[in-house]
């Protein structure tokens, strides 16, 4: 299943994942929640996130809902531009 990042426009989190993606070349689905309507506390959205914060991947039943956490799983699921350090 294609991984979503859900995520809210001008959150600092979610440009950590964003700016992760674009180093990386990944063009994924991004959900953007509606911080005015707190869409981020929506029961639909509380069940991805019970603590209501953005960002969150969801990735079939893998969800994961810190933006470090989130670089983590992407660099080792799309090795092939490490968004990391690596000593060789
Ligand atoms: N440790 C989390 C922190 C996430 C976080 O605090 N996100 C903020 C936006 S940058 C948020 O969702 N705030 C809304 C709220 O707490 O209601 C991460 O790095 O992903």
Known sequence: MEPTIYTISGSPRG?????????????????????SKSEHK?????????RGRVPSLVAGKTVI????AILS????????RPSFWQQS
């Open 42 to 50: 929506s029961d639909s959205y509380l069940l991805i996130n019970p």
């Open 15 to 35: 440009w950590r994942v964003l700016l992760g993606m674009v180093i990386k070349g990944l063009d994924m689905k991004v959900e953007y929640l509606s911080l």
């Open 65 to 68: 809902t810190d933006s470090l």
């Open 73 to 80: 799983w992407l660099d080792r699921k799309y090795p092939e």
